[in-house]
């Protein structure tokens, strides 16, 4: 859609009964004007990169059940700036995360 901006938080279904899902397995890909870069993920908001954004979920997976993943405050502006912008959410892939 023209003129649209995209979401920075993103609801994930429950999966199918008998089915869990990885919250180890599981990646933000941004897209802009055909530029590429799979997000950092960030334990928490608190942990978001200033300048290199990432994402996190809406709940720590190690304090209980998660809903939603959302973009660090530099990844939400980037997705917002964003005029030929997409954002994939990636399952089955090992997270990736930044190792400093």
């Known amino acids: ?7 920075c938080e993103f609801a994930i279904a429950a999966p199918a009964v008998g089915k869990t899902l990885d919250y180890a397995q599981v990646n933000v890909r941004f897209t802009n004007a055909g530029n590429p ?3 950092f993920f ?3 908001v608190d942990e978001c990169d200033p300048d290199a954004g990432g994402w996190y979920y809406d709940v ?3 304090d209980g059940t998660w ?3 959302i973009a ?3 990844s939400c ?5 964003a005029t030929e912008g ?15």
Do not use: W, Y
């Not at 859609?1 to 979401?7: S, T």
């Open 1 to 7: 859609m023209r003129g649209a901006r995209l979401a």
């Open 37 to 39: 870069q799979t997000l």
């Open 42 to 44: 960030r334990a928490t």
């Open 60 to 62: 720590n997976p190690a």
């Open 67 to 69: 809903t939603s993943i």
């Open 72 to 74: 660090c405050p530099a």
């Open 77 to 81: 502006d980037a997705f917002q700036a």
């Open 86 to 100: 997409s954002v994939e959410i990636q399952l089955g892939c090992t997270t990736v995360i930044d190792v400093k």
